[in-house]
């Protein structure tokens, strides 16, 4: 339970867990919301790609909820904290996303 | 409050990237989860963007066939929702950097273009809507 208890008084790990949280959130809305529009064209991608959705977000919850214990034991240790590759993760997904809209937008 | 420097980072550090985290000294804690936060705002901007430039082409879509100016407007949001990705990672890993060597922090030109970008296509949506109907 260490890691649980807070490193300083302005919660920056939790703020950041949290920040991560409504990321995670609005990749999710927007993917549906994606799945959903997919829907009158072919049932069969709408669903495929709400189940991706799904599936991606319960990866990132997966790897931020890591990154939340790992930071905070780091904080607590006196190690020092930070990491690129969920980040470089996150950014991959969304321009993933970008490519996808790009070519609802350019074929709809 | 226990915010004191961390101390040095040990030999076995796997930190990735290394271009980053091979430079300069450990800063705060407190602002490498700013700097992540900030990234992360950056993530949900481009989504904003994408939502609003499928959304745009999505309604459209219900009264006709997509026009050319519907789709130039849609792509021009999609691609502020690219660049905004993009930016987002590359502002990540140089505010990063900075903060370890003890540079200031870089600026950026992608903010006076999305700037830009966000006010022409709110003129236009507003002739639009004042003249609809």
Redesign the interface.
């Known amino acids: 339970m260490r890691e649980h208890a807070p490193?300083?008084?302005?919660l920056?790990?939790e703020?950041?867990g949290l920040?991560?949280q409504?990321?995670m959130l609005?990749?999710l809305?927007?993917s549906l919301?994606?799945a959903r529009?997919l829907a009158p064209r072919s049932l069969t991608l709408a669903v495929l790609t709400g189940l991706v959705a799904l599936l991606g977000t319960a990866v990132l919850g997966t790897v931020s909820l890591r990154r939340f214990r790992v930071t905070g034991a780091a904080?607590h240790g006196?190690?020092?904290?930070?990491?690129?590759?969920a980040?470089?993760l996150?950014?991959a997904l969304?321009?993933l996303?970008?490519?996808g809209?790009?070519a609802?937008?350019?074929i709809? | 409050?226990?915010?004191a420097p961390?101390?040095k980072?040990?030999a076995e550090?796997r930190?990735?990237?290394r271009h980053?985290?091979g430079v300069g000294t450990?800063p705060d804690?407190?602002f490498?989860?700013?700097n992540?936060?900030t990234?992360?705002?950056w993530?949900?901007t481009?989504?904003?963007f994408?939502?609003a430039?499928?959304?745009v082409?999505?309604v459209a879509?219900y009264s006709a066939q997509?026009s050319v100016e519907v789709?130039l407007a849609?792509?021009v949001l999609?691609?502020c929702?690219?660049a905004?990705?993009?930016s987002?990672?590359v502002r990540?890993?140089r505010n990063?950097r900075a903060m370890r060597r003890g540079d200031p922090l870089p600026s950026s030109p992608v903010l006076l273009v999305l700037t830009g970008v966000v006010v022409a296509v709110a003129l236009v949506a507003l002739v639009v809507v004042s003249f609809a109907g």
């Open positions: 490193w300083d008084a302005g920056q790990n703020r950041t920040a991560w409504r990321t609005s990749g809305a927007c919301l994606v529009l904080l006196g190690r020092p904290v930070g990491d690129g590759r980040p470089l996150i950014a969304v321009i996303t970008a490519a809209a790009l609802y937008v350019l709809a | 409050m226990s915010g961390t101390s980072p040990p550090d930190r990735w990237p980053v985290y450990e804690p407190r490498t989860f700013a992540e936060r990234f992360l705002a993530i949900r481009a989504l904003g994408l939502a430039g499928v959304a082409a999505a879509r997509l789709r849609s792509a999609v691609g929702g690219l905004c990705g993009l987002a990672w990540w890993v990063e």
